[in-house]
């Protein structure tokens, strides 16, 4: 059983629900991230997606791609990714970390090479937004041989054909995109996702998470009625943004805090 695995079998058991908080590696600078990992579980994270800067990710609204042109300023890379891991695992080997970005570093090295690294690193998990489940059979068998889960997105568009594939060969968890849009959009309509949901437990029997527009305490309590995890990204990379930089790690640990006090009640 991987770590993101037995993570949501022991919240299931509390009948708790899983917090996925999520930031950018190198965002709002290199030295910053390591303490930021450490701060959301310090606020309640349950699992941490560490998202790898890339020049054009496409899912990203503007809050995150701004997080990323931050970081390759400072020439973060998939190496410096995963060295930043590594420094977390020496004091934390409980947390589940995935990372969360786009085919082509992962391409530049080779999905061995990849695998590789992120097993000797510490990481649990990789969402490549760009990879159709339809096309990974092979790397999602190569990831779970080596104990990592590879973990698809869904949306409301997708169809029975791709909920079936997603059903086939992600492991770990799902992550339900709540809007049709980018990260960060607003006016999630819970009825709907309850519906959409409940179609996509049809065949998916794992976990599911939900993203995209969870920005405040009340949205996450909702979503979480309907969803196993609730996925926040824009609003906290907005909390680093709106902070001096000697604050901005307090400032993230009291926010996401306040979204796990939310959840818990």
């Not at 995963?82 to 995935?98: L, M, Q, S, Y």
Request: a negative charge.
């Amino acid at each position: 059983m991987s770590r993101i695995q037995a993570t949501f079998a022991a919240l299931a058991a509390q009948k708790r629900k899983a917090l996925i908080p999520f930031i950018t590696a190198g965002d709002p600078a290199p030295e910053l991230t390591l303490p930021l990992l450490h701060a959301l579980v310090e606020g309640g994270a349950d699992v941490i997606e560490l998202g790898v800067p890339f020049s054009d990710p496409m899912a990203e609204g503007p809050v995150i791609q701004r997080a990323c042109e931050r970081a390759l300023k400072f020439g973060i890379g998939i190496r410096d990714v995963f060295g930043i891991v590594a420094e977390f695992r020496k004091t934390n080997d409980r947390t589940p970390i995935v990372l969360m970005g786009y085919a082509n570093p992962i391409e530049r090295i080779g999905q061995q090479a990849y695998i590789d690294a992120a097993k000797e690193a510490g990481v649990d998990g990789t969402i490549v937004v760009d990879y159709p489940p339809e096309e990974c059979e092979e790397f999602a068998q190569s990831m779970r041989a080596n104990g990592l889960d590879l973990i698809f997105l869904l949306s409301p568009t997708s169809t029975e054909e791709r909920i079936e594939q997603v059903a086939k060969v992600g492991s770990g968890f799902s992550y339900y995109v709540s809007l049709k849009g980018v990260t960060g959009a607003a006016n999630i309509d819970t009825t709907e996702v309850a519906q959409r949901l409940a179609a996509i437990r049809k065949h998916v029997k794992l976990p599911i998470g939900v993203g995209f527009g969870i920005r405040d305490a009340a949205t996450a309590k909702a979503v979480a009625t309907v969803s196993d995890a609730v996925v926040i990204g824009s609003r906290i990379i907005q909390e680093l943004e709106n902070s001096p930089r000697e604050k901005a790690v307090d400032a993230v640990r009291t926010f996401l805090g306040g979204i796990r006090k939310a959840l818990d009640e």
